[in-house]
């Protein structure tokens, strides 16, 4: 567990392909949130305090909801957050989020961040000091882009526009574990990350090339 001042960050690892699931609590209040659902509750549940308040979605890819239901009969006051136009707004006590919405839990206030491009509705969010970055970016690169709801273009300016314009000693909190470490400051991670240093949209896609190129090779 990791302790912030007013908050601390519990991190599961597990799920279809090493992901990670994070457990918010307010240190003032008690009030837990859940940071997407890839993980059973079984393994969680242990470490809540009371019902959780609500399930933050970074995106819909299925690896991260997987176990929405689980929660939802559990705890059927529990709300589910995402984007607004996302598909797990068709069931679950589903609230919207626009880009830059404030969700209050107890005495934390958590800011959404729109930022598509791995995928339509990638979504990061930020409790200062440190983001939450689902797939948009991991230690040591960004994200990927590999379905017909992906974005390069949009990866990028999420990325360069958003991301990287935020204090540099903001640490982020990925959705998979895929670094050498769990976590890192952004300023960190442009020092590691071939793909936080490109110098123009073509030069990022160049080495997005580069990388997959690389995948394959290995």
Do not use: W
């Not at 705890?75 to 598909?87: A, M, R, V």
């Amino acid at each position: 567990m990791i302790p912030i001042s007013n908050f601390s960050i519990r991190t599961f690892c597990g799920g279809y392909d090493k992901n990670f699931c994070y457990l918010i609590t307010c240190s003032h209040t008690g009030y837990q949130i859940l940071i997407d659902a890839p993980i059973d509750q079984k393994k969680i549940r242990p470490f809540f305090t009371d019902a959780p308040l609500a399930i933050l979605i970074t995106h819909s890819h299925h690896d991260h909801i997987h176990h929405i239901d689980q929660y939802q009969n559990l705890y059927p006051d529990l709300i589910i957050l995402g984007h607004q136009d996302s598909p797990v707004c068709k069931k679950y006590n589903f609230k919207p989020l626009k880009d830059k919405s404030t969700i209050k839990i107890g005495n934390l206030h958590i800011q959404s961040l729109y930022t598509p491009g791995h995928y339509f509705d990638s979504i990061c969010f930020k409790l200062d000091p440190v983001l939450f970055t689902g797939d948009t970016l991991f230690v040591g690169r960004t994200g990927r882009v590999l379905s017909r709801k992906s974005s390069l273009k949009n990866l990028y300016k999420s990325v360069y526009n958003i991301i990287l314009k935020l204090p540099p000693n903001t640490r982020i909190f990925p959705g998979h574990n895929y670094g050498k470490e769990n976590t890192i400051t952004l300023e960190e991670n442009i020092k590691i990350s071939p793909l936080l240093q490109a110098k123009s949209f073509n030069d990022f896609k160049l080495k997005m090339e580069l990388y997959e190129s690389s995948r394959i090779k290995s």
